[in-house]
């Protein structure tokens, strides 16, 4: 069974502390992203990531950055928290080409309070 | 990528058929539609895709308009499990960012 798992389902951070949010995924996929999820706003991009040691901003980069240095993982991190960076962060792996759907992870709800 | 628009909302009642639509007016000829559904505070799970044909699987059948600008998502007999956020999205073959809008939540009622 195909899998994408994320470090933490929930996870609270005080405003200025550095967040790490950790994707492992075991389909040995080229690509990985990372997502944030707003009610209203749908799915927006942050940063992803083609190969190891590879990484392209996304739409909404700013605040965010990332590193890749195994195929099989790829991490956010929020440098400085800050309370509007509060919401559920999605990762995600695919092979290129169509062939190779997106597989999503289950999620982390982040708060910065 | 194509922008896609949904309707925000649907209902549907248990054990009929559910028909999403979706409209991709500026797809381009090389991009795939997607198909995505996201249950309450789990990530999004792929559903079906297609390029110009209607396709079926398991889960859903995908039907492409002839002009590609439109396509409908179809559950065939609705359960009540199956209420959710839908996501239509389209990508090209040489592209790998996946774009998705606000989605249609679908309720199904018993």
């Known amino acids: 069974d195909v899998k994408v798992t994320q470090s933490s389902r929930y996870l609270v951070k005080r405003t200025g502390e550095k967040v790490f949010l950790e994707c492992v995924q075991d389909m040995d996929h080229e690509n990985m992203f990372w997502y944030r999820q707003d009610p209203g706003l749908g799915l927006r991009l942050i940063y992803f990531?083609?190969?190891?040691?590879?990484?392209e901003k996304g739409d909404i980069p700013e605040g965010y950055s990332v590193s890749r240095e195994k195929k099989e993982r790829f991490s956010l991190i929020l440098e400085s928290a800050s309370t509007n960076q509060t919401s559920m962060y999605l990762c995600?792996?695919?092979?290129?080409?169509?062939?190779?759907?997106?597989?999503f992870g289950p999620g982390t709800r982040l708060t910065v309070t | 990528d194509a922008k896609t628009t949904q309707p925000p909302s649907m209902d549907c009642a248990e054990g009929r058929a559910a028909n999403l639509p979706c409209n991709h007016s500026t797809i381009s000829g090389n991009e795939y539609v997607y198909w995505y559904r996201q249950i309450h505070s789990q990530g999004p799970q792929y559903i079906i895709h297609?390029?110009?044909n209607n396709e079926t699987n398991e889960m859903a059948s995908l039907i492409i308009t002839e002009d590609r600008k439109s396509s409908t998502l179809i559950l065939p007999h609705a359960t009540l499990r199956d209420t959710a956020v839908y996501y239509c999205?389209?990508?090209?073959?040489?592209?790998?960012?996946?774009?998705f809008g606000p989605g249609t939540s679908l309720s199904v009622i018993p």
């Open positions: 990531s083609y190969d190891v040691k590879m990484k």
């Open positions: 995600a792996s695919s092979t290129p080409g169509t062939s190779g759907s997106p597989y």
């Open positions: 999205t389209t990508w090209k073959t040489s592209y790998d960012k996946v774009i």
């Open positions: 297609g390029l110009k």
